[in-house]
């Protein structure tokens, strides 16, 4: 039996935690030889070791994705260890702190660069490596924020509403070269992100860990129309259907995994 991703060379950058782990398992599972980067190595080393003890289809590189250069040696390592690149999952990123009134020149100039600028540049290296070969898939992890009111702050709203708007353009100017760009709005899915990210969850014991996932799963389970909260494993799912060839003929759209919680009417809190 042949997995849907077989041949396929895929990057995926925040791969140590949540939804980029999730992604990666997947695609493995479903036969894609794999860079995962982070910026924690012994996370991602010892991931890729228990995905491929072999060594020979997944690759741990460190990467910090708001430096241009190392997304770009992600695609060189990608062209000189398997010769090709198929798909790149943008998927890292973190919350940007600040209101309207609070924020700061240096909060908003990382923030963007983070959450939009990763995006751009890893767009830009993916559509090097898939022009020559005429073929590709880019997934952006984008937001429901983008979409709607009270799914994160103004600012982490405002940055992912431009990756789905730069996800729609960069399909257009791609898709004639036979390059794919999508994006995912997760909606409520239960990850570190809740609790401050993988960063401050690398910090912590896996018990305080299971402990806030499993309050947060309870209190997800009662903001979307169905009765309980979203997994890592479903947008991995999505992402497995954008990079597969049964999503060929999907380009420049913004796929929302959410539960049916862009359709509730949001309430503000009191």
Same mark, same amino acid.
């Given at each position: /039996?042949?997995?849907?991703?077989?041949?396929?060379?895929?990057?995926?950058?925040?791969?140590?935690?949540?939804?980029?782990?999730?992604?990666?398992?997947?695609?493995?599972?479903?036969?894609?030889?794999?860079?995962?980067?982070?910026?924690?190595?012994?996370?991602?080393?010892?991931?890729?070791?228990?995905?491929?003890?072999?060594?020979?289809?997944?690759?741990?590189?460190?990467?910090?994705?708001?430096?241009?250069?190392?997304?770009?040696?992600?695609?060189?390592?990608?062209?000189?260890?398997?010769?090709?690149?198929?798909?790149?999952?943008?998927?890292?990123?973190?919350?940007?702190?600040?209101?309207?009134?609070?924020?700061?020149?240096?909060?908003?100039?990382?923030? /963007?660069?983070?959450?939009?600028?990763?995006?751009?540049?890893?767009?830009?290296?993916?559509?090097?490596? /898939?022009?020559?070969?005429?073929?590709?898939?880019?997934?952006?992890?984008?937001?429901?924020?983008?979409?709607?009111?009270?799914?994160?702050?103004?600012?982490?709203?405002?940055?992912?509403?431009?990756?789905?708007?730069?996800?729609?353009?960069?399909?257009?100017?791609?898709?004639?070269?036979?390059?794919?760009?999508?994006?995912?709005?997760?909606?409520?899915?239960?990850?570190?992100?809740?609790?401050?990210?993988?960063?401050?969850?690398?910090?912590?014991?896996?018990?305080?860990?299971?402990?806030?996932?499993?309050?947060?799963?309870?209190?997800?389970?009662?903001?979307?129309?169905?009765?309980?909260?979203?997994?890592?494993?479903?947008?991995?799912?999505?992402?497995?259907?954008?990079?597969?060839?049964?999503?060929?003929?999907?380009?420049?759209?913004?796929?929302?995994?959410?539960?049916?919680?862009?359709?509730?009417?949001?309430?503000?809190?009191?």
């Amino acid at each position: /039996m042949t997995g849907r991703l077989d041949g396929k060379t895929a990057i995926i950058t925040g791969a140590t935690s949540g939804i980029g782990e999730a992604t990666a398992r997947c695609f493995v599972a479903e036969g894609a030889r794999l860079i995962i980067a982070g910026r924690t190595s012994d996370k991602g080393e010892a991931l890729a070791r228990e995905l491929d003890a072999s060594g020979q289809r997944v690759i741990f590189q460190r990467a910090d994705v708001v430096r241009e250069a190392d997304i770009a040696a992600l695609v060189d390592t990608a062209l000189s260890r398997f010769g090709r690149l198929d798909c790149m999952f943008n998927n890292a990123g973190a919350s940007i702190p600040g209101t309207v009134e609070t924020v700061t020149e240096k909060e908003l100039a990382d923030g /963007m660069q983070l959450l939009l600028g990763s995006v751009v540049f890893g767009v830009k290296h993916a559509a090097r490596a /898939m022009k020559p070969q005429g073929s590709g898939s880019i997934i952006n992890n984008a937001s429901i924020a983008a979409h709607r009111a009270g799914q994160g702050g103004i600012f982490y709203s405002t940055a992912k509403a431009a990756v789905t708007h730069f996800t729609r353009i960069a399909g257009v100017e791609l898709g004639p070269s036979g390059i794919r760009v999508n994006a995912i709005s997760p909606g409520a899915i239960a990850t570190p992100i809740f609790w401050g990210g993988s960063a401050r969850a690398n910090t912590m014991s896996k018990e305080d860990n299971d402990r806030k996932l499993a309050k947060l799963e309870h209190n997800l389970a009662h903001a979307t129309p169905l009765p309980r909260t979203g997994y890592a494993a479903d947008i991995a799912y999505a992402a497995l259907f954008l990079a597969s060839d049964e999503g060929s003929f999907v380009n420049s759209h913004d796929l929302v995994v959410d539960g049916g919680r862009i359709a509730q009417f949001y309430e503000r809190p009191a």
